[in-house]
C-alpha cells in the first residue's frame, strides 16, 4: 500500500511538473515605468494628459485633432507592452492603436487597432504584419472582455523566429518566420513604437457606415504601465547587438508551448471575425505563411 501511495503521490508531482513546464515558456511579468522613461507626445501635445506623476496618462480625441506618442528610441527585437483603458460609450468612428513601425518606404509594422462602435456594441480588435511595405494581413477579433470598464494589457513579443501578440497573455495571433516561404519577415529595420487616438469613421466602424458623434467627445483612452525590454539601436542598424542573449531570444521563446497554441486556438475558435487566410474573394491563392501560423 505505501508503495503504491508513493507511486500516486510521484504521479501527482510528474502532472503538476508537466503543467508547470506546459506555461513556461508565457513572456515575463513587464515592468511598470512611467510614461516619460521611455515615451515622447508625437502631435497636438495639449491633448495628452498626465496623471499620478506620469504613470499614467490620457490621450484626448476632438473634433479638432487626435494625438499620440512614439517611443524615443528604436528597436530591433524585443517585449513591448502596455496597459489601456479604451474609449467608453459611442465611440464609434474612433481608433485607438498601439504599433511598432520602421522608417522607410520599405517600412516593416506590428499594428493593434482598436475599433471603436456604437454603445452596447463590442470592439473590434485588428491585426496586421506589414513586411517590406506589404500588408493585406488583417484579422478581427472580438475580445472575451469589454475593454473600457478596466485596464487590460496589450502585447508584442518579437524575436527572429516569430512574432506574438498578447492579450493579458492570451496569444492572439502568431507571425513565425518563413523565409524559407518566400515571405519577407521584419529581422534587419528597428522600429519604434507609436500609439496614437484618432478619427476614422471613413472606415473604422461598419466600413465607414457609422459616423463619429462629436457630441459624445471629446474621446478618452487611458494608458499605464509603459513596458519596453527590446535592443535598442539606431534606425540604421542591421542586427542586434546582444543577439542570442536577452530572455526573450532564447530557445523556449521561439515557438508557442502547448498551453498558449490551445489558448490561441480558442480564440480563434470563440473570437475570430476576420482572418486573411480564409479570404478567398480577396486571395485566391493561400499567403503561404498562413499553415505554418496554424491559421487554417
Not at 508531482?13 to 511598470?32: E, N, T, W, Y
Amino acid at each position: 500500500m505505501r508503495r503504491r501511495g508513493g507511486h500516486l503521490v510521484w504521479m501527482c508531482l510528474c502532472v503538476l511538473a508537466m503543467a508547470d513546464f506546459a506555461i513556461g515558456a508565457a513572456p515575463r511579468k513587464p515592468v511598470a515605468v512611467p510614461f516619460g522613461r521611455n515615451y515622447v507626445p508625437t502631435w497636438a501635445f495639449d491633448h495628452i494628459k498626465y496623471f499620478n506623476g506620469g504613470s499614467e496618462i490620457q490621450l484626448l480625441l476632438d473634433n479638432y485633432t487626435g494625438t499620440g506618442f512614439q517611443s524615443k528610441g528604436s528597436y530591433l527585437f524585443g517585449h513591448f507592452s502596455m496597459q489601456i483603458k479604451m474609449v467608453p460609450g459611442d465611440s464609434a468612428g474612433t481608433v485607438t492603436a498601439f504599433y511598432l513601425s520602421s522608417q522607410n518606404n520599405e517600412h516593416d509594422e506590428i499594428d493593434f487597432e482598436f475599433l471603436g462602435n456604437r454603445t452596447g456594441q463590442p470592439y473590434i480588435l485588428q491585426t496586421n504584419v506589414f513586411t517590406g511595405g506589404k500588408g493585406d494581413r488583417e484579422q478581427r477579433i472580438y475580445l472575451w472582455f469589454d475593454p473600457t470598464k478596466a485596464y487590460h494589457s496589450y502585447s508584442v513579443l518579437w524575436n527572429m523566429y516569430q512574432i506574438v501578440f498578447f492579450v493579458d497573455d492570451v496569444p492572439i495571433r502568431v507571425f513565425k518566420n518563413s523565409k524559407d516561404l518566400g515571405v519577407r519577415f521584419p529581422f534587419n529595420q528597428p522600429m519604434k513604437i507609436y500609439s496614437s487616438l484618432w478619427n476614422a469613421d471613413d472606415w473604422a466602424t461598419r466600413g465607414g457606415l457609422e459616423k463619429t458623434d462629436w457630441s459624445k467627445g471629446p474621446f478618452v483612452a487611458q494608458y499605464k504601465n509603459f513596458h519596453v525590454d527590446g535592443c535598442e539601436s539606431s534606425v540604421n542598424a542591421k542586427f542586434c547587438a546582444t543577439q542570442g542573449k536577452r530572455w526573450w531570444d532564447q530557445k523556449e521563446f521561439q515557438d508557442l508551448d502547448a498551453y498558449q497554441w490551445r489558448r490561441l486556438r480558442w480564440v480563434r475558435k470563440k473570437f475570430t471575425i476576420y482572418n486573411y487566410c480564409t479570404d478567398r474573394k480577396r486571395f485566391p491563392a493561400m499567403a503561404p505563411e498562413c499553415k505554418r501560423d496554424r491559421d487554417v
